[in-house]
């Protein structure tokens, strides 16, 4: 590529995984609190349970160190209409799969657990510029009769249900709850 001046420019793209799917929990946290303000459900993001190992005091730098006190089970949890709501939020740059390393083993077990119980548990996916709402049956159901390390895009568009984004509420997932669980 010729740039001004004929000087050619290496641009390297440093990508960060650390921060996806910040922009989803972003637009869920709002529907949340869209949520809540009209009484509509009760949803919140769960904290990572983390410990304080030491803090250190430098002038006005705090310098903490910590780790992470147990596994994390899904981030949301909540109740919709007398229900119990435990989902998990996924965003994948992947246009074909979603990598099943997204998502840990006791967060499968969880979501088994949840269902077990008569919860309704479920994951929003981002993919390719869409939101999928996976049913917690259908996810177990995919790695339980596959051998795939990926849910490819065509699964999801087959089983998901597609979430428009919206003015208000952002990302109306429970309008699929209700028609899918109600």
Same mark, same amino acid.
């Given at each position: 590529?010729?740039?001004?001046?004929? !000087?050619?420019?290496?641009?390297? #793209?440093?990508?960060?995984?650390?921060n996806?799917?910040?922009?989803?929990?972003?637009?869920?946290? &709002?529907?949340?609190?869209? @949520?809540?303000?009209?009484?509509?459900?009760? %949803?919140?993001?769960? /904290?990572? /349970?983390?410990?304080?190992?030491?803090?250190?005091?430098?002038?006005?730098?705090v310098?903490t160190?910590?780790?992470?006190?147990?596994?994390?089970?899904l981030?949301?949890?909540?109740? @919709?209409?007398?229900?119990?709501?435990?989902?998990?939020?996924?965003?994948?740059?992947?246009?074909?799969?979603?990598?099943?390393?997204n %998502?840990? &083993?006791?967060?499968?077990r969880? %979501?088994?657990?949840?269902?077990?119980?008569?919860? $309704?548990?479920?994951l $929003? !996916?981002?993919?390719?510029? &869409?939101?999928?709402?996976?049913?917690?049956e259908?996810?177990?159901?995919? %790695?339980?009769?596959?051998?795939? #390390?990926?849910? /490819?895009?065509?699964?999801?568009? &087959?089983?998901?249900?597609? !979430?428009?984004?919206?003015?208000q /509420?952002?990302?109306?997932?429970?309008?699929l709850i209700?028609?899918?669980?109600?």
């Open positions: 590529m010729q740039y001004p001046g004929n !000087i050619k420019k290496d641009y390297q #793209r440093n990508i960060s995984h650390a996806r799917g910040m922009n989803l929990e972003s637009l869920i946290n &709002e529907t949340n609190k869209y @949520y809540l303000n009209n009484n509509i459900a009760v %949803i919140y993001q769960k /904290p990572t /349970p983390i410990a304080i190992k030491s803090t250190e005091y430098s002038g006005k730098k310098k160190t910590g780790y992470l006190k147990a596994k994390s089970t981030d949301y949890v909540g109740l @919709y209409q007398g229900k119990y709501l435990d989902f998990d939020v996924k965003s994948t740059l992947n246009k074909t799969a979603l990598p099943l390393t %998502i840990h &083993e006791h967060q499968l969880h %979501i088994e657990n949840v269902l077990n119980h008569g919860g $309704i548990s479920f $929003i !996916i981002e993919m390719n510029n &869409e939101y999928y709402l996976l049913k917690g259908d996810l177990i159901s995919f %790695i339980d009769t596959n051998q795939r #390390r990926s849910i /490819p895009y065509d699964y999801l568009k &087959e089983k998901g249900y597609i !979430i428009k984004l919206r003015m /509420p952002k990302l109306d997932y429970l309008k209700k028609e899918i669980y109600f």
